[in-house]
């Protein structure tokens, strides 16, 4: 069948909302795999102190982008698809997969926002747990490797300490930060500098998982009104 005048207008309404859709998710896709191979958190999220690996939550959220962003791609092609076709079997198929990617989109976004402080609290855990090892006075080969992740963390986060350091790091800390001149005027704590580099990346992701929330939506009105219009634009027998 072929729909004429206000419904041929949302069928190609809804083809340009669903090739929007379909360039977010080749949007949403690029920045994960940006977050996933970004300097910064790839030196800190690969360290390992005592057989124990960096907390790698942030990861769990990269890859879970990634797979939304594939998903958001072949969904938005199959929508495009059945706009053209006016297929009522693609449309629905299409629908369904809109409502499914949008409630997995909201309970990430619970659980982004519940856990929205575990990433970078781990990550000072994990940078405490070297410094405590790298401020003993004892020289041990444990002492040596802590010392080489608060390097990492140094030279990656320009920082150094954790802005209340005691007289054992402050012993040594022409040899945990060299080169870094200490500025009691300008924050220097890693503590910070995590949240910071944490709290600025996730932005990043509830922005791009807002915008694409927002085209969900309208794309979800269009279709249930062009599906409608396909059913009445069928001939009866």
Not at 93 to 116: D, K, M, Q, S, Y
């Amino acid at each position: 069948m072929v729909l004429t005048g206000c419904n041929q207008c949302i069928k190609y309404m809804l083809f340009f909302f669903n090739f929007i859709f379909w360039l977010a998710g080749g949007v949403i896709l690029g920045i994960a795999l940006w977050l996933r191979h970004d300097a910064q958190t790839s030196n800190l999220l690969m360290l390992q102190f005592e057989g124990t690996q960096a907390p790698g939550t942030f990861y769990i959220s990269v890859y879970v982008l990634i797979a939304v962003g594939a998903v958001m791609m072949f969904v938005g092609f199959l929508g495009c698809y059945g706009a053209i076709q006016e297929s009522q079997c693609l449309l629905g198929t299409f629908f369904t997969c809109l409502v499914i990617l949008f409630a997995c989109e909201v309970a990430a976004g619970i659980w982004g926002f519940i856990n929205r402080e575990t990433i970078s609290t781990e990550l000072i855990s994990f940078y405490d747990a070297a410094y405590m090892k790298a401020v003993d006075p004892v020289d041990s080969p444990t002492r040596q490797a802590a010392a080489k992740v608060l390097g990492v963390f140094h030279d990656t986060l320009e920082c150094c300490g954790k802005g209340d350091d005691n007289q054992l790091f402050l012993s040594v800390q022409a040899s945990l930060c060299p080169g870094r001149p200490i500025d009691p005027l300008v924050s220097q704590s890693c503590h910070t500098k995590l949240r910071d580099l944490f709290t600025e990346k996730l932005h990043v992701i509830g922005l791009a998982a807002l915008v694409i929330a927002v085209i969900m939506v309208f794309e979800m009105i269009f279709t249930m009104v062009l599906c409608c219009a396909v059913r009445n634009a069928a001939p009866a027998y």
